[in-house]
């Protein structure tokens, strides 16, 4: 076994970085931050093979979809790291295929090691591969954080907001699901446009959906922005028409995990219905999420595979029974939210105002 090349080591990229870490590259193990367990308890597994990476991610140990896409480049890292001498290449892609299977929705995932491939084939040697393939993994770790930073900037902008110029009033904003340090490279999607908002004193308060059935928001969304004395109020997914219904909230803000070429969204299970309330409502609709998450291959949401999980998840929480045993579930973990109910998609590359087509095809090719 040829382990003489270390691999850059990688806490979280420091520039713009929070205090909250979902994953810790360490040159020769992964170690990543179990959110199955939050905010009971916060405990961090150690990870040295890309199985053992798949396999977190397939349990939920890591969750949203830019954190996915990073994990998994950095389980190849792993597995050029121990790959033999003899056929390398074989072995390394054998991981590749491996990783690729833990989670269908999620385009982030199969953009990494689509990417990671390709360095891979560039190789010549196993000890270039083991270096190269960190240095890639490395890479779009620090290229994730730069694009949240971006996505921020571009957000304030697009809702028409002076920052830092003391002349707009702070807003109040809703949220959907976990977006935030734990889901990515280190700041956030749209959580990083919501801690940029508070940054620049432009938040007044932000309303979490407690996001059933994983509990998301209640147990990841709420404990991150605590952390980070960020005013938050958790809310039971079925209260958000209520809460719009007051006129309080300016901007529902969300995340993604795939982008078709005309503007549809895929993101957690939940946030169609927040589209069509903000649009009774007459609340703008903002979905963040970097350029790596669109998926122009894909015409509509028609065409996105959709994950449904176990029952059980539905059934119980933490083994205590919910609901009667043996009854059927309905258990899909996202929803398309038609382009039509967006108000503007933001990524680093800038705007899309009310996508379609054309406007996809402008800003991606």
């Not at 005309?262 to 299970?269: E, F, L, P, R, S």
Request: with cysteine.
């Amino acid at each position: 076994m040829n382990n003489s090349k270390e691999s850059p080591s990688l806490r979280v990229p420091s520039a713009g970085a929070t205090g909250t870490v979902a994953l810790s590259w360490r040159g020769s193990s992964l170690e990543l931050l179990d959110q199955r367990l939050l905010p009971a308890q916060e405990r961090w597994i150690t990870l040295e093979s890309a199985s053992g990476v798949a396999q977190c991610i397939q349990d939920m140990v890591v969750r949203g979809a830019p954190a996915i896409g990073i994990s998994a480049a950095y389980g190849v890292a792993l597995a050029a790291r121990h790959a033999e001498g003899g056929d390398w290449q074989a072995e390394i892609k054998l991981a590749i295929r491996e990783l690729s299977a833990s989670r269908p929705t999620a385009v982030n995932l199969f953009w990494a090691l689509q990417r990671m491939e390709r360095v891979c084939d560039g190789c010549s040697s196993l000890s270039e591969a083991q270096k190269q393939l960190a240095d890639e993994a490395v890479a779009i770790h620090e290229e994730d954080l730069a694009a949240n930073l971006a996505m921020a900037e571009h957000a304030i902008e697009a809702m028409g907001l002076s920052a830092g110029a003391g002349t707009s009033v702070p807003i109040s904003v809703l949220t959907h699901c976990n977006t935030g340090a734990l889901a990515t490279g280190g700041y956030g999607t749209a959580l990083g446009v919501i801690r940029r908002l508070h940054e620049n004193k432009l938040l007044k308060r932000v309303y979490a959906d407690e996001t059933r059935p994983w509990l998301q928001g209640s147990r990841l969304t709420a404990w991150e922005l605590m952390r980070d004395g960020i005013p938050v109020t958790l809310n039971a997914d079925g209260a958000a028409a209520a809460i719009l219904a007051t006129g309080e909230v300016r901007w529902i803000i969300v995340g993604a995990d795939r982008i078709t070429a005309n503007g549809d969204v895929a993101n957690k299970i939940g946030t169609y219905s927040l589209a069509v309330l903000a649009r009774f409502h007459k609340v703008g609709f903002m979905v963040v999420a970097p350029s790596s998450t669109v998926d122009m291959a894909l015409e509509s949401g028609a065409e996105i595979p959709i994950e449904e999980r176990d029952g059980s998840e539905v059934r119980e929480i933490r083994g205590i029974s919910l609901a009667p045993e043996g009854v059927p579930v309905f258990n899909p973990v996202f929803d398309v939210t038609p382009a039509n109910l967006i108000d503007v998609i933001i990524t680093e590359k800038g705007a899309v105002r009310n996508p379609d087509v054309q406007g996809m095809r402008d800003l991606f090719g």
